[in-house]
T-cell receptor, first 110, second 115 residues
Framework: GQNIDQPTEMTATEGAIVQINCTYQ??????LFWYQQHAGEAPTFLSY????GLEEKGRFSSFLSRSKGYSYLLLKELQMKDSASYLC???????????FGAGTTVTVRA | DARVTQTPRHKVTEMGQEVTMRCQPI?????VFWYRQTMMQGLELLAY????????DSGMPKDRFSAEMPDATLATLKIQPSEPRDSAVYFC?????????????FGEGSWLTVV
Protein backbone atom coordinates (compact mmCIF):
# COMPACT_ATOMS: atom_id res chain seq x y z
CA GLY A 1 0.00 0.00 0.00
CA GLN A 2 0.89 3.64 0.14
CA ASN A 3 1.97 5.67 3.20
CA ILE A 4 0.90 9.26 2.71
CA ASP A 5 1.70 11.97 5.25
CA GLN A 6 0.53 15.56 5.32
CA PRO A 7 0.09 18.07 8.15
CA THR A 8 -3.23 18.01 9.98
CA GLU A 9 -3.90 21.73 10.10
CA MET A 10 -2.59 25.04 8.80
CA THR A 11 -3.74 28.59 9.36
CA ALA A 12 -2.97 31.58 7.18
CA THR A 13 -4.11 35.12 6.59
CA GLU A 14 -6.20 36.29 3.66
CA GLY A 15 -3.93 37.36 0.78
CA ALA A 16 -1.00 35.28 2.02
CA ILE A 17 0.60 32.12 0.62
CA VAL A 18 0.39 28.67 2.15
CA GLN A 19 2.36 25.56 1.19
CA ILE A 20 0.96 22.12 2.06
CA ASN A 21 3.54 19.36 2.00
CA CYS A 22 2.88 15.72 1.26
CA THR A 23 5.31 12.83 1.53
CA TYR A 24 4.55 9.36 0.29
CA GLN A 25 5.97 5.89 -0.03
CA UNK A 26 4.76 3.63 -2.78
CA UNK A 27 5.93 1.15 -5.35
CA UNK A 28 5.00 1.58 -8.96
CA UNK A 29 4.25 5.29 -8.63
CA UNK A 30 1.84 6.45 -11.31
CA UNK A 31 0.68 9.92 -10.35
CA LEU A 32 -0.06 12.28 -7.49
CA PHE A 33 -3.28 14.22 -7.11
CA TRP A 34 -4.48 17.10 -4.98
CA TYR A 35 -8.15 17.49 -4.10
CA GLN A 36 -10.02 20.22 -2.24
CA GLN A 37 -12.90 19.31 0.04
CA HIS A 38 -15.16 21.84 1.70
CA ALA A 39 -17.02 20.72 4.80
CA GLY A 40 -20.04 18.64 3.91
CA GLU A 41 -19.12 18.41 0.24
CA ALA A 42 -17.38 16.01 -2.12
CA PRO A 43 -13.68 16.26 -2.96
CA THR A 44 -13.01 18.25 -6.11
CA PHE A 45 -9.97 17.82 -8.33
CA LEU A 46 -7.25 20.49 -8.15
CA SER A 47 -4.11 19.13 -9.78
CA TYR A 48 -2.26 16.11 -11.13
CA UNK A 49 1.50 15.50 -11.32
CA UNK A 50 3.19 12.47 -12.79
CA UNK A 51 6.52 14.01 -13.83
CA UNK A 52 8.92 15.99 -11.65
CA GLY A 53 8.42 19.71 -11.56
CA LEU A 54 5.87 22.41 -11.01
CA GLU A 55 2.37 22.55 -12.46
CA GLU A 56 0.70 25.94 -12.23
CA LYS A 57 -3.01 26.53 -12.45
CA GLY A 58 -4.07 30.04 -11.53
CA ARG A 59 -3.59 30.68 -7.82
CA PHE A 60 -2.77 27.02 -7.18
CA SER A 61 0.48 25.24 -8.04
CA SER A 62 1.62 21.71 -7.35
CA PHE A 63 5.15 20.37 -7.26
CA LEU A 64 6.44 16.82 -7.44
CA SER A 65 9.79 15.17 -6.74
CA ARG A 66 9.51 11.46 -7.41
CA SER A 67 13.02 10.66 -6.12
CA LYS A 68 12.17 12.24 -2.77
CA GLY A 69 8.60 10.97 -2.58
CA TYR A 70 7.51 14.54 -2.02
CA SER A 71 4.90 16.95 -3.28
CA TYR A 72 3.53 20.28 -2.23
CA LEU A 73 0.46 22.32 -3.03
CA LEU A 74 0.96 26.07 -3.07
CA LEU A 75 -2.00 28.33 -2.57
CA LYS A 76 -1.36 31.98 -3.41
CA GLU A 77 -3.39 35.12 -2.73
CA LEU A 78 -5.48 33.24 -0.21
CA GLN A 79 -9.20 33.94 -0.09
CA MET A 80 -11.70 33.09 2.62
CA LYS A 81 -13.29 30.54 0.30
CA ASP A 82 -10.01 28.60 0.27
CA SER A 83 -10.74 27.44 3.82
CA ALA A 84 -11.14 23.70 3.26
CA SER A 85 -9.44 20.34 3.61
CA TYR A 86 -6.75 19.57 1.03
CA LEU A 87 -6.18 15.93 0.24
CA CYS A 88 -3.03 14.45 -1.23
CA UNK A 89 -3.64 11.22 -3.14
CA UNK A 90 -1.24 8.79 -4.78
CA UNK A 91 -1.75 6.24 -7.51
CA UNK A 92 0.70 3.39 -7.29
CA UNK A 93 1.20 -0.31 -6.90
CA UNK A 94 0.78 -0.93 -10.58
CA UNK A 95 -2.97 -0.46 -10.65
CA UNK A 96 -5.44 2.38 -10.94
CA UNK A 97 -6.65 2.86 -7.42
CA UNK A 98 -6.11 6.16 -5.63
CA UNK A 99 -5.03 6.21 -1.97
CA PHE A 100 -5.64 9.36 0.04
CA GLY A 101 -3.82 11.05 2.86
CA ALA A 102 -5.76 12.17 5.91
CA GLY A 103 -6.03 15.72 4.58
CA THR A 104 -4.80 19.13 5.73
CA THR A 105 -7.41 21.54 7.05
CA VAL A 106 -6.54 25.07 5.98
CA THR A 107 -8.18 27.94 7.79
CA VAL A 108 -7.95 31.38 6.19
CA ARG A 109 -8.37 34.29 8.58
CA ALA A 110 -9.18 37.87 7.73
CA ASP B 1 -22.30 19.32 -17.30
CA ALA B 2 -21.30 15.67 -16.74
CA ARG B 3 -21.18 14.49 -13.17
CA VAL B 4 -21.30 11.40 -10.98
CA THR B 5 -24.76 10.90 -9.52
CA GLN B 6 -25.38 9.09 -6.24
CA THR B 7 -28.58 8.02 -4.50
CA PRO B 8 -29.75 8.30 -1.82
CA ARG B 9 -28.12 11.54 -0.69
CA HIS B 10 -29.10 10.88 2.91
CA LYS B 11 -30.22 7.69 4.63
CA VAL B 12 -31.10 6.95 8.24
CA THR B 13 -31.76 3.31 8.98
CA GLU B 14 -31.97 0.94 11.89
CA MET B 15 -29.28 -1.55 12.73
CA GLY B 16 -29.80 -4.82 10.91
CA GLN B 17 -31.51 -3.30 7.90
CA GLU B 18 -30.21 -3.64 4.36
CA VAL B 19 -28.84 -0.50 2.72
CA THR B 20 -28.26 -0.13 -1.01
CA MET B 21 -26.43 2.84 -2.45
CA ARG B 22 -26.39 3.54 -6.17
CA CYS B 23 -24.04 5.41 -8.43
CA GLN B 24 -24.26 6.53 -12.03
CA PRO B 25 -20.74 7.22 -13.28
CA ILE B 26 -19.96 9.82 -15.90
CA UNK B 27 -20.81 8.45 -19.34
CA UNK B 28 -17.75 6.96 -21.01
CA UNK B 29 -15.68 6.57 -17.86
CA UNK B 30 -14.08 3.15 -17.53
CA UNK B 31 -13.18 3.07 -13.83
CA VAL B 32 -15.52 3.37 -10.84
CA PHE B 33 -14.48 3.63 -7.19
CA TRP B 34 -16.36 3.34 -3.89
CA TYR B 35 -14.86 5.24 -0.95
CA ARG B 36 -16.00 5.63 2.63
CA GLN B 37 -15.15 8.74 4.65
CA THR B 38 -15.25 9.16 8.42
CA MET B 39 -13.64 11.69 10.71
CA MET B 40 -11.42 9.02 12.24
CA GLN B 41 -10.31 7.13 9.11
CA GLY B 42 -10.48 9.72 6.36
CA LEU B 43 -11.13 8.48 2.82
CA GLU B 44 -10.85 4.69 2.56
CA LEU B 45 -11.09 2.78 -0.69
CA LEU B 46 -13.68 0.03 -0.43
CA ALA B 47 -13.75 -1.34 -3.98
CA TYR B 48 -13.17 -0.38 -7.57
CA UNK B 49 -14.10 -1.57 -11.03
CA UNK B 50 -12.45 -1.19 -14.40
CA UNK B 51 -14.59 -1.79 -17.46
CA UNK B 52 -17.20 -3.19 -15.02
CA UNK B 53 -14.85 -5.89 -13.73
CA UNK B 54 -14.05 -5.79 -10.00
CA UNK B 55 -10.32 -5.18 -9.58
CA UNK B 56 -9.92 -4.74 -5.86
CA ASP B 57 -12.34 -5.03 -2.96
CA SER B 58 -9.77 -5.71 -0.27
CA GLY B 59 -10.85 -2.62 1.66
CA MET B 60 -14.40 -3.87 2.04
CA PRO B 61 -15.70 -6.00 4.93
CA LYS B 62 -16.72 -9.08 2.96
CA ASP B 63 -19.19 -10.47 5.45
CA ARG B 64 -21.65 -7.60 5.10
CA PHE B 65 -20.61 -5.45 2.16
CA SER B 66 -20.96 -6.20 -1.53
CA ALA B 67 -20.26 -4.09 -4.60
CA GLU B 68 -21.47 -4.76 -8.11
CA MET B 69 -21.64 -3.09 -11.47
CA PRO B 70 -24.56 -4.64 -13.34
CA ASP B 71 -24.04 -2.35 -16.33
CA ALA B 72 -21.86 0.54 -17.43
CA THR B 73 -24.30 3.13 -16.08
CA LEU B 74 -24.85 1.68 -12.62
CA ALA B 75 -22.67 0.71 -9.68
CA THR B 76 -24.14 -0.47 -6.39
CA LEU B 77 -22.83 -0.83 -2.85
CA LYS B 78 -24.90 -2.93 -0.48
CA ILE B 79 -24.61 -3.38 3.27
CA GLN B 80 -26.52 -6.27 4.83
CA PRO B 81 -26.98 -6.22 7.75
CA SER B 82 -26.04 -2.65 8.59
CA GLU B 83 -24.37 -1.73 11.89
CA PRO B 84 -23.89 1.62 13.67
CA ARG B 85 -20.17 1.56 12.82
CA ASP B 86 -21.13 1.75 9.14
CA SER B 87 -22.29 5.33 9.65
CA ALA B 88 -20.21 7.40 7.26
CA VAL B 89 -20.29 9.23 3.96
CA TYR B 90 -19.98 6.87 1.00
CA PHE B 91 -18.54 8.43 -2.14
CA CYS B 92 -18.62 7.04 -5.63
CA UNK B 93 -16.03 8.34 -8.08
CA UNK B 94 -15.36 7.68 -11.75
CA UNK B 95 -12.61 8.36 -14.24
CA UNK B 96 -11.28 7.56 -17.69
CA UNK B 97 -8.11 6.04 -16.34
CA UNK B 98 -5.17 4.85 -18.38
CA UNK B 99 -6.18 6.63 -21.55
CA UNK B 100 -4.49 10.01 -21.22
CA UNK B 101 -6.89 11.70 -18.85
CA UNK B 102 -6.38 10.71 -15.26
CA UNK B 103 -8.78 12.90 -13.34
CA UNK B 104 -11.18 11.11 -11.02
CA UNK B 105 -14.48 12.84 -10.27
CA PHE B 106 -16.48 12.35 -7.10
CA GLY B 107 -20.21 12.21 -6.63
CA GLU B 108 -21.83 14.22 -3.86
CA GLY B 109 -21.89 11.25 -1.52
CA SER B 110 -24.46 9.20 0.33
CA TRP B 111 -24.66 10.21 3.99
CA LEU B 112 -25.53 7.07 5.97
CA THR B 113 -26.57 6.97 9.61
CA VAL B 114 -27.26 3.61 11.22
CA VAL B 115 -29.01 3.83 14.59
Amino acid sequence: GQNIDQPTEMTATEGAIVQINCTYQTSGFNGLFWYQQHAGEAPTFLSYNVLDGLEEKGRFSSFLSRSKGYSYLLLKELQMKDSASYLCAVRGGGDYKLSFGAGTTVTVRA
Amino acid sequence: DARVTQTPRHKVTEMGQEVTMRCQPILGHNTVFWYRQTMMQGLELLAYFRNRAPLDDSGMPKDRFSAEMPDATLATLKIQPSEPRDSAVYFCASGLVGQGENTIYFGEGSWLTVV
